[in-house]
Structures are given as C-alpha cells and as structure tokens.
C-alpha cells in the first residue's frame, strides 16, 4: 500500500489511466520579464522586431498544420487567428510608431501594447474571454522571445518524460503530443482539459489538478505517475519504487493477458454473455476502440463535432463523419447520441440560465431548435445505408419528447423518400435515461423505443440532488446511494417486461468495483471507454450470473450505500485472486 | 459616414472564427470601419481588436464605415452579419 500521507506523495484526479515512472520534465511557461531601456538604433529595433514577426508566423504556420492533423481543420482555426494578429496592421503601426517616437526597446512596447487588449479581455465576465487572453497571452511572449532571440527551451531531446506543467496552451499541446512524454501532470485542469483529452487519446497517463506540481517538482526528479489512482511520487523511496516496480510488471503481464481478451466475448461463467460497447470522444480513438475488442460504439457524442467545426456542422458535413465512423465499423453498431448542447457541455448557448442543469438541454434545446435537430437527423438517416446504425435521444423526461422526436424523424424519412435518398427503414431510436422522471415512466417509454441506455452520471446527479462539480458537496454524489441502485433495478425489470434492451454508459460502467453489481442486475450491455473493455471483460468472464444475482438482491435491501461498498469489497475479495483487486486499487 | 446597428443572431456569438472572417472582409475595402460597444471603438480591420469585443447571442453593435466605398464595404459586412456568421 502506498502511503498517502507520506510527504512525497500528491493527490490530482486522474485523467488518464495507467503507470509511469520517469523523469520529470518541467514546462514553466516562461514569462517574458520586460523593462523599459532607451535605444539609439531605431532602425535596427525594428528589424529585430520584424524578423521576430517572420519568426512567429513561421513557427505558429507549424502548429497550425500540426493541429489540422491531430485536431482536425475546423478545431485548428484558433491557430489560424493568432496568426492574423501577426499581420494585423493597425496593432503592428502601433508598435512601431511607437519605438520611432519613444525610441524604446521594441520587448517593452510590444508588452505594453497588447497588455491593453488582454486588460479589456480580462476585464469581461466571460469565461472565455478570460481563456482568449490567455492566447493573447501566448503571442505575446512568443513575438518577445522572437524579439530576444531564444529558442524554444521546451525541445526535449532525449528519452521519456513526463510534463510536469502549471496548466496547457492548446498550442503546447499540440506541440508535446508528437513528443517522448509518457505522462501529463498539471496544477490545474478539469477532465476535460485539452492535456486530459489528449493524454487518453494517446494512451498516456495523466493527472490534472495536482496543486502546486510544478512548485513540488524539479525537473530531473523522478517521478512515478499513477493515472489509475490520481497518484503522483515524487524521488520514490526504495519502498515506493519496488511497490510501483512490482505493479508496472503486474500490469504488463495483464496487458498481454487481456490482449488475450480481445477477441473473447464478455460472457459469465454460466454462460451470460454482455455487450461490451465503447464510448467514442475522439477521432483518434476508433484504432483502439477496435483494437480493444469492443463490440459496438454505445455512446457517440456528437456535441464533439462542434468543437470540431466551431458552429453548427451542415448535413453534408454531418453525414460525412457519421459515415464514416459507421462503415469503419460495419457490421457491428454505432450509437450516435443527438446533440446534448447545454449544461456543462462545451458550447457556448447565450442564454444566462440561473440553473443551466435544470434548464435548455438536451432533446428540449433540439425540438426547441426544429432546423437543426431536422439536419442531424438527416445527417444520421442518409449515414444508416448499412443498417449498423442507432440513434438515440438525451435528457428525456416526457411522452412528449418522444411522440415529437418520432414525428420529425418520420417527416425526415418522408423527405429522404421523395429525394431517393436511400436510408436504413427501420432505423432504432433509443433514449437516454438520465432523469427520474424518465426512470419511472420506463414501462410506458418502452412502447415506444427500441432501446434504453442508463446515463449514470446525470441520473445520479438529479435524483441525489447533488451537483457533482461543487466541492462542498462532492462527496454526497454517492454512486452506491441505495436509492441509485434500486432505481437501476426498477428501470431494468420493467423494460424486461417489454423485451427493451437496457444498456448503460456513466462513468459507473467503468468502476470495476460496480461492474458485477450492473451485471447482477441484468443489464444487456455496458458502454466504456476504450481501455476499460479489457478490464470490464476479465472482470465479467470470472463471474457466475446465478450467484450474482443473490449477491445483487442482497444488496437492494441495504440501507445505506456504505452497507453497499462493504458487500462489494467482501464479494472481491471473496471471488477475485487477491492480484487482482491489487491491479486496480491503491 | 454610414452608421449601421447590427444584432448578433448566432448561438455562439462573436467567437474567433466570424472575428477573423470580419477582419478579412474587411481587409478587402478601403474605407474606415469601426466598432462601437460598450463605450469600446474598435477598429474593424483589427483581429486583435475585435477579439476584445464579447459579443454573445442578442447583443447589440453600431457599425460605422467611412470612406470612398463605404457602401459596398457596409453591404458586405452586414450581410456577414445578417447570416449569422453562416452558423444558422
């Protein structure tokens, strides 16, 4: 066991899974200082400063083709901004009207120059202003670096690191992923930050919020980065080193032991066999999706597509990338999730809600927004030709929602027809049960619906009333709550009454301490990310269904979700090999 | 001078991408062009500058053109605007 309390040991969540130990490097941003010196060669400061605006250009043209490959074009149209402020002429007159007439070292006129612009950004209330001069913030220092003539000191030159960094440009980001860096650690981040995002899509471990890493860490420590456990170590003791040896072994041994698993089916020992679908975030996820064995994408969200393309995506554009996803993964099925705009989701809809969560998201948003609902789905419609397609509807609480949602989609089908366009007739509609009221109307859904999928995180989050992003009360976001498990049983039985397949796809899939409690219960699939489907498929493969389901009703008559995670940790110890609790936990 | 009030009607409003459209728009005339909100004068031909606008979904901007083809400079520009900045 390692430690937690032990002085070179520090806790971030983790953002990314998996166990690295290397050497530290620290990316500090470095801030350009600045002081106000007199020049005499006015001519020669503005050569300097123009070579350094060539320079930049070049460098940024760099992270601008970087970051079409790796991000995709639309995404990659904030490098292409940064560039044009490079050319913006009335900033640029400025400047060097400017070191003409206060014949000033051209560093602190450029400093002073845009500072004005980032004080007006910083000033706004908006978040994202604050982030955009943080951009502003990069140029800056790069024309200033320019300006000194320094090189980039963040090359890294040999061997595997991990970054240790206050938080992450996007354009650094970029930068490091085509680097040795074998783990991210940031001071801040949430998990959906760009360094989060890229770490699992690269299969690299990371932590994000680890506060004052880069005060804690000198380059050159060691450091051993746990991202299962959101773990970091710093110059590990003898102890520690052997502790964490001793599991990479464990883990590489696992690794070849689950590839193994990869073409085996999810199936209980008495012959229950379990869907293991993935959930797709990324463009570079797919190959491991695959690779992984999934059988099937149980949760495409396609709000990523926004990101991607900075506004609402047309038809063409739509149907192109769910085509695409769909024939790569003919014949086995792709479930793409309608745009859940709102709450705490990317995209900015100017509406100040006071309860963003309570408020326009989801299927309410789309039928509110008729046009664009009607383009996604066409989109998905003329992408269902190999009959692998499903759609599926978030954030349902009403009959409604459903009867319009059938209504328009019909009315598209008719379209389709009257054009020629060839689509799947019997396209599968499924909703998101993520609202109690959802939960408790199953029966009457299922009339309805072809399929069910369990949205643990929202779902929790509504019926415990608990806002998991608010830190005073985090940890009465309870995932065992006896209330959740009942209501996962209630939704479970009655869909079973209509032969409705019942899938889920929260955060919940991927607990491996939850995953024999969410096949007791009978559910037909699991959806996860892509380096759980190994782990969930260990897990599912040592089970008896039989026994399980005993085990399962023990725990629905519990009182208190401690009682829960007692029954959970007595039946692991019970059935699993103590190695491989070890593998998982700390 | 031609002075022209615009409403922003796209869901993201004013964000990076229609910012530097503008200013390429913009580059293409000769005239002067300025926008004002919140007691802020920007200069239109600047990406820089209209970066620092925060113009979300329903705000309300004052155009002003200034030169020989003005015109054709503010037809191009609310038209621009008028789309939504093609994100309808």
Redesign the interface.
């Known amino acids: 066991m390692i430690d937690i309390g032990k002085d070179n040991v520090y806790k971030g969540i983790p953002a990314a899974p998996g166990i690295k130990i290397a050497n530290a490097f620290l990316f500090k941003k470095e801030i350009e200082t600045v002081t106000d010196e007199a020049i005499i060669n006015v001519d020669e400061a503005i050569e300097n400063f123009s070579e350094a605006l060539e320079k930049s250009k070049k460098e940024l043209a760099k992270v601008f083709s970087l970051a079409v490959d790796k991000l995709g074009a639309k995404r990659a149209?904030?490098f292409?901004?940064q560039i044009?402020?490079l050319d913006?002429?009335?900033?640029i007159n400025k400047i060097l009207e400017r070191i003409k007439s206060e014949k000033k070292n051209p560093e602190y006129i450029v400093n002073d120059e845009?500072s004005k612009?980032q004080d007006?950004?910083t000033l706004?209330?908006?978040q994202?202003?604050r982030e955009?001069s943080q951009d502003?913030e990069d140029i800056k220092n790069r024309i200033i670096r320019n300006i000194r003539k320094k090189k980039w000191k963040s090359r890294i030159s040999t061997g595997e690191v991990i970054l240790v960094s206050s938080s992450l440009t996007p354009a650094d980001t970029v930068l490091f992923s085509r680097m040795n860096v074998t783990g991210y650690i940031t001071n801040f981040g949430g998990l959906t930050s760009h360094a989060a995002i890229v770490a699992r899509s690269l299969n690299v471990p990371a932590i994000v919020g680890v506060h004052e890493a880069t005060e804690n860490i000198q380059n050159s420590d060691i450091v051993i980065i746990d991202g299962f456990n959101g773990i970091v170590i710093v110059n590990p003791d003898d102890k520690q080193l052997l502790h964490y040896k001793k599991k990479l072994k464990k883990l590489e041994a696992a690794d070849l032991e689950l590839v193994k698993l990869k073409n085996l089916p999810a199936m209980t020992l008495d012959g229950r066999k379990i869907d293991i679908l993935a959930n797709l975030d990324l463009n570079e996820e797919l190959e491991s999706i695959i690779q992984n064995g999934a059988e099937g994408i149980g949760l495409m969200r396609t709000e990523q597509i926004f990101q991607e393309y900075?506004?609402?995506p047309n038809e063409d554009e739509q149907s192109e990338v769910y085509s695409n996803y769909a024939e790569k993964l003919y014949p086995l099925p792709l479930t793409i999730r309608a745009f859940d705009i709102g709450g705490d989701k990317v995209?900015?809809?100017?509406?100040q809600e006071p309860n963003p969560m309570l408020g326009w998201r989801g299927i309410r948003f789309l039928l509110d927004n008729e046009e664009l609902f009607i383009t996604q789905i066409r989109a998905v419609l003329k992408s269902s030709i190999h009959k692998n397609i499903k759609f599926m509807i978030p954030m349902v609480s009403s009959m409604r929602e459903i009867e319009l949602t059938r209504l328009l989609i019909s009315k598209c089908m008719d379209e389709l027809r009257s054009e020629n366009i060839p689509f799947d007739e019997h396209l599968e509609l499924g909703i998101m049960i993520e609202v109690p009221s959802a939960a408790l109307m199953i029966r009457d859904f299922a009339d309805d619906v072809d399929f069910f999928s369990i949205g643990t995180n929202d779902l929790i989050q509504y019926m415990l009333a608990v806002d998991r992003g608010n830190d005073i009360v985090t940890n009465q976001y309870q995932e065992f709550h006896p209330a959740i498990i009942r209501t996962l049983n209630y939704i479970i039985i009655e869909a079973k009454k209509t032969n409705t397949k019942v899938s889920l796809c929260g955060e919940m899939a991927a607990d491996y301490k939850a995953i024999p409690l969410l096949v007791g219960l009978g559910l037909d699939s699991i959806s996860v990310s892509a380096s759980v489907i190994p782990h969930a498929k260990e897990i599912i493969r040592a089970l008896n269904y039989s026994e399980i389901s005993g085990f399962v009703n023990a725990c629905l008559t519990c009182k208190t979700e401690k009682e829960i995670h007692d029954k959970l940790d007595k039946f692991y110890s019970e059935n699993f090999s103590e190695s491989s609790k070890d593998f998982y936990s700390n | 001078m031609l002075e022209k009030k615009v409403i922003i009607i796209n869901n993201a409003g004013l964000h990076t991408r229609p910012a530097a459209t503008i200013v390429k728009i913009a580059a293409k005339f000769e005239s002067e062009f300025y926008i004002l909100k919140d007691g802020l004068n920007i200069n239109g031909k600047s990406i820089i500058g209209v970066m620092t606008l925060a113009a979300a979904k329903g705000s309300e901007l004052l155009l002003n053109f200034d030169g020989p083809d003005e015109e054709k400079m503010a037809e191009a520009i609310l038209d621009y605007f008028n789309k939504g900045f093609d994100e309808l």
């Open positions: 149209a904030l292409e901004a044009m402020i913006d002429p009335v900033l845009i612009y007006i950004m706004s209330h908006e994202y202003m955009r502003i900075d506004s609402f995209l900015p809809v100017d509406v």
